[in-house]
Protein backbone atom coordinates (compact mmCIF):
# COMPACT_ATOMS: atom_id res chain seq x y z
CA UNK A 1 0.00 0.00 0.00
CA UNK A 2 1.89 3.45 -1.06
CA UNK A 3 1.53 6.27 1.46
CA UNK A 4 1.68 9.54 0.48
CA UNK A 5 0.60 13.43 0.48
CA UNK A 6 -0.97 15.12 -2.51
CA UNK A 7 -0.65 18.83 -1.90
CA UNK A 8 -0.86 22.07 -4.49
CA UNK A 9 1.97 24.40 -3.60
CA UNK A 10 1.68 27.94 -5.32
CA UNK A 11 5.01 30.09 -6.43
CA UNK A 12 4.64 33.05 -7.01
CA UNK A 13 7.83 34.71 -7.57
CA UNK A 14 8.40 33.19 -11.10
CA UNK A 15 4.29 32.40 -11.74
CA UNK A 16 4.59 28.72 -11.69
CA UNK A 17 1.76 26.91 -10.04
CA UNK A 18 3.12 23.10 -9.53
CA UNK A 19 1.30 19.98 -8.24
CA UNK A 20 3.41 17.90 -5.47
CA UNK A 21 3.03 14.21 -4.76
CA UNK A 22 5.24 13.97 -1.60
CA UNK A 23 6.40 10.35 0.37
CA UNK A 24 5.72 9.34 3.56
CA UNK A 25 9.25 9.76 3.98
CA UNK A 26 12.18 12.09 2.85
CA UNK A 27 15.34 12.07 3.27
CA UNK A 28 18.65 13.79 1.07
CA UNK A 29 18.79 10.76 -0.89
CA UNK A 30 15.36 11.24 -1.89
CA UNK A 31 15.08 11.29 -5.32
CA UNK A 32 12.43 13.79 -7.05
CA UNK A 33 11.14 13.55 -10.92
CA UNK A 34 9.87 17.01 -12.48
CA UNK A 35 7.20 16.97 -15.17
CA UNK A 36 6.56 19.59 -18.08
CA UNK A 37 3.57 19.10 -19.83
CA UNK A 38 2.90 19.53 -23.09
CA UNK A 39 0.90 22.60 -25.56
CA UNK A 40 -2.39 23.24 -24.52
CA UNK A 41 -2.55 21.48 -21.62
CA UNK A 42 -1.66 21.87 -17.65
CA UNK A 43 0.09 20.42 -14.49
CA UNK A 44 -2.54 17.68 -14.23
CA UNK A 45 -1.79 15.92 -17.44
CA UNK A 46 1.65 14.21 -16.32
CA UNK A 47 0.65 13.88 -12.70
CA UNK A 48 -1.84 11.43 -13.83
CA UNK A 49 1.25 9.15 -14.10
CA UNK A 50 1.76 9.16 -10.47
CA UNK A 51 0.12 5.52 -9.51
CA UNK A 52 2.62 3.44 -11.39
CA UNK A 53 6.17 5.99 -10.21
CA UNK A 54 8.54 4.85 -7.81
CA UNK A 55 6.33 5.33 -4.59
CA UNK A 56 9.42 7.16 -2.64
CA UNK A 57 10.42 9.32 -5.28
CA UNK A 58 8.73 12.76 -4.76
CA UNK A 59 6.64 13.95 -7.87
CA UNK A 60 6.54 17.73 -8.89
CA UNK A 61 4.66 18.72 -12.20
CA UNK A 62 4.75 22.14 -13.62
CA UNK A 63 2.15 24.67 -14.90
CA UNK A 64 3.62 26.40 -18.03
CA UNK A 65 3.27 30.05 -17.41
CA UNK A 66 1.48 31.50 -20.71
CA UNK A 67 -2.04 30.97 -21.52
CA UNK A 68 -3.78 29.48 -24.58
CA UNK A 69 -7.49 28.74 -25.77
CA UNK A 70 -9.60 26.25 -23.81
CA UNK A 71 -7.87 27.08 -20.55
CA UNK A 72 -4.50 25.95 -21.67
CA UNK A 73 -1.06 26.53 -20.67
CA UNK A 74 1.97 26.84 -22.90
CA UNK A 75 5.71 27.63 -22.37
CA UNK A 76 5.99 29.52 -25.19
CA UNK A 77 4.36 30.71 -28.41
CA UNK A 78 4.37 28.10 -31.36
CA UNK A 79 3.73 28.84 -34.95
CA UNK A 80 2.75 25.74 -37.09
CA UNK A 81 2.43 27.75 -40.38
CA UNK A 82 6.27 28.67 -40.30
CA UNK A 83 8.28 25.41 -39.34
CA UNK A 84 11.40 28.22 -39.38
CA UNK A 85 10.04 30.52 -36.61
CA UNK A 86 8.06 27.37 -34.79
CA UNK A 87 9.08 28.33 -31.58
CA UNK A 88 9.27 31.89 -29.86
CA UNK A 89 12.70 31.41 -28.97
CA UNK A 90 12.63 34.11 -26.42
CA UNK A 91 10.06 33.01 -24.63
CA UNK A 92 11.48 29.23 -24.33
CA UNK A 93 14.27 30.60 -22.75
CA UNK A 94 12.45 32.59 -20.39
CA UNK A 95 11.48 29.35 -19.04
CA UNK A 96 13.96 27.10 -18.95
CA UNK A 97 15.55 30.42 -16.70
CA UNK A 98 11.84 29.61 -14.39
CA UNK A 99 11.93 25.83 -14.58
CA UNK A 100 15.87 26.01 -13.58
CA UNK A 101 15.25 28.71 -10.86
CA UNK A 102 12.46 26.77 -9.44
CA UNK A 103 13.69 23.01 -9.56
CA UNK A 104 16.84 24.49 -7.73
CA UNK A 105 14.16 26.03 -5.06
CA UNK A 106 12.35 22.78 -4.32
CA UNK A 107 15.09 20.77 -4.00
CA UNK A 108 16.71 23.02 -1.78
CA UNK A 109 13.64 23.02 0.22
CA UNK A 110 13.56 19.41 0.81
CA UNK A 111 17.19 19.31 1.75
CA UNK A 112 18.05 16.70 -1.12
CA UNK A 113 21.67 17.17 -0.86
CA UNK A 114 22.51 13.66 -2.36
CA UNK A 115 19.34 12.91 -4.55
CA UNK A 116 18.82 11.95 -7.80
CA UNK A 117 17.08 14.38 -9.75
CA UNK A 118 15.46 13.38 -12.99
CA UNK A 119 12.77 15.03 -15.69
CA UNK A 120 9.99 13.58 -18.16
CA UNK A 121 8.49 16.06 -20.58
CA UNK A 122 5.74 15.67 -23.33
CA UNK A 123 5.86 17.92 -26.94
CA UNK A 124 6.54 21.44 -25.81
CA UNK A 125 7.65 20.18 -22.34
CA UNK A 126 10.23 17.67 -23.58
CA UNK A 127 12.08 20.22 -26.07
CA UNK A 128 12.62 21.90 -23.06
CA UNK A 129 13.87 18.47 -21.20
CA UNK A 130 16.61 18.19 -23.78
CA UNK A 131 18.03 21.88 -23.22
CA UNK A 132 17.73 21.43 -19.59
CA UNK A 133 19.79 18.38 -19.41
CA UNK A 134 21.94 19.28 -21.79
CA UNK A 135 22.70 22.44 -20.43
CA UNK A 136 23.34 21.21 -17.26
CA UNK A 137 23.91 17.53 -17.04
CA UNK A 138 25.67 17.56 -13.04
CA UNK A 139 21.95 17.91 -12.35
CA UNK A 140 20.01 15.48 -14.12
CA UNK A 141 20.44 11.86 -14.06
CA UNK A 142 16.98 10.05 -15.94
CA UNK A 143 15.30 12.49 -18.75
CA UNK A 144 12.34 11.33 -20.74
CA UNK A 145 11.50 13.29 -23.99
CA UNK A 146 8.16 12.29 -24.92
CA UNK A 147 6.69 13.40 -28.35
CA UNK A 148 9.43 15.75 -29.19
CA UNK A 149 12.41 16.96 -30.47
CA UNK A 150 15.78 18.82 -29.73
CA UNK A 151 15.56 22.38 -30.65
CA UNK A 152 18.64 23.99 -31.82
CA UNK A 153 17.68 27.33 -31.23
CA UNK A 154 17.92 26.80 -27.68
CA UNK A 155 20.79 24.12 -27.56
CA UNK A 156 23.72 26.90 -28.77
CA UNK A 157 25.53 26.73 -24.96
CA UNK A 158 25.24 23.01 -24.11
CA UNK A 159 27.61 20.80 -22.17
CA UNK A 160 30.08 18.94 -25.14
CA UNK A 161 32.15 17.17 -22.33
CA UNK A 162 31.46 13.50 -22.59
CA UNK A 163 32.62 13.02 -19.03
CA UNK A 164 29.82 15.86 -17.88
CA UNK A 165 27.10 13.49 -19.89
CA UNK A 166 28.07 10.67 -18.66
CA UNK A 167 25.41 10.24 -15.64
CA UNK A 168 22.50 11.36 -18.01
CA UNK A 169 20.08 8.11 -18.92
CA UNK A 170 17.48 9.38 -21.75
CA UNK A 171 14.46 7.63 -22.67
CA UNK A 172 12.90 9.39 -25.91
CA UNK A 173 9.80 8.05 -28.05
CA UNK A 174 7.87 9.33 -31.01
CA UNK A 175 4.44 7.95 -32.28
CA UNK A 176 4.93 7.16 -35.94
CA UNK A 177 1.75 8.94 -37.12
CA UNK A 178 2.44 12.22 -35.50
CA UNK A 179 1.20 15.24 -36.98
CA UNK A 180 2.07 17.50 -35.31
CA UNK A 181 5.70 17.40 -34.20
CA UNK A 182 7.06 15.09 -37.71
CA UNK A 183 8.57 11.46 -36.74
CA UNK A 184 11.60 12.97 -38.77
CA UNK A 185 12.20 15.93 -36.27
CA UNK A 186 11.94 13.21 -32.85
CA UNK A 187 14.72 11.16 -35.07
CA UNK A 188 17.07 14.11 -35.21
CA UNK A 189 17.15 13.48 -30.79
CA UNK A 190 18.98 10.01 -32.01
CA UNK A 191 21.37 11.81 -33.95
CA UNK A 192 22.56 14.64 -31.16
CA UNK A 193 22.48 11.94 -28.23
CA UNK A 194 24.75 9.24 -30.44
CA UNK A 195 27.01 12.33 -31.36
CA UNK A 196 27.17 13.36 -27.19
CA UNK A 197 27.77 10.10 -26.71
CA UNK A 198 25.27 9.80 -24.19
CA UNK A 199 23.18 6.97 -23.01
CA UNK A 200 19.98 6.77 -24.56
CA UNK A 201 16.88 4.84 -25.15
CA UNK A 202 14.83 5.88 -28.62
CA UNK A 203 11.75 4.08 -29.52
CA UNK A 204 9.16 4.72 -32.24
CA UNK A 205 5.36 3.87 -31.43
CA UNK A 206 2.39 2.91 -33.79
CA UNK A 207 0.50 6.33 -32.60
CA UNK A 208 -0.13 9.93 -33.08
CA UNK A 209 0.77 12.90 -30.46
CA UNK A 210 0.27 11.04 -27.27
CA UNK A 211 1.81 7.95 -25.37
CA UNK A 212 0.13 4.65 -26.07
CA UNK A 213 0.03 1.48 -23.85
CA UNK A 214 3.31 0.17 -24.54
CA UNK A 215 4.62 3.62 -24.41
CA UNK A 216 3.92 3.97 -20.73
CA UNK A 217 4.35 0.76 -20.02
CA UNK A 218 8.28 1.28 -21.45
CA UNK A 219 8.58 4.83 -19.94
CA UNK A 220 7.58 2.97 -16.33
CA UNK A 221 10.55 0.45 -16.78
CA UNK A 222 12.82 3.49 -17.29
CA UNK A 223 12.15 4.69 -14.52
CA UNK A 224 12.10 1.55 -12.01
CA UNK A 225 15.31 0.77 -12.95
Not at 18 to 31: C, D, F, K, S
Not at 146 to 162: A, F, N, R, T
Request: proline content about 4%; hydrophobic content about 40%; charged content about 20%.
Amino acid sequence: MRFYHLIIIYLCSMNLDYLVREPENITPNTPILFMLHGYGSNEQDLFSFRETLPADWILVSFRAPGDTQFEGYSWFNIDFNNPEKFIDVDQANASLNAILENILKIINHYGLTESKTHLCGFSQGGILCYALALKHPELFSYVACLSSYPEQKILGDIVKDKKKLEKLRFFVSHGTDDAVIPLEWGRKAADLLYDLSCYFTFREYMSGHGVNQKNYIDLMDFFSK
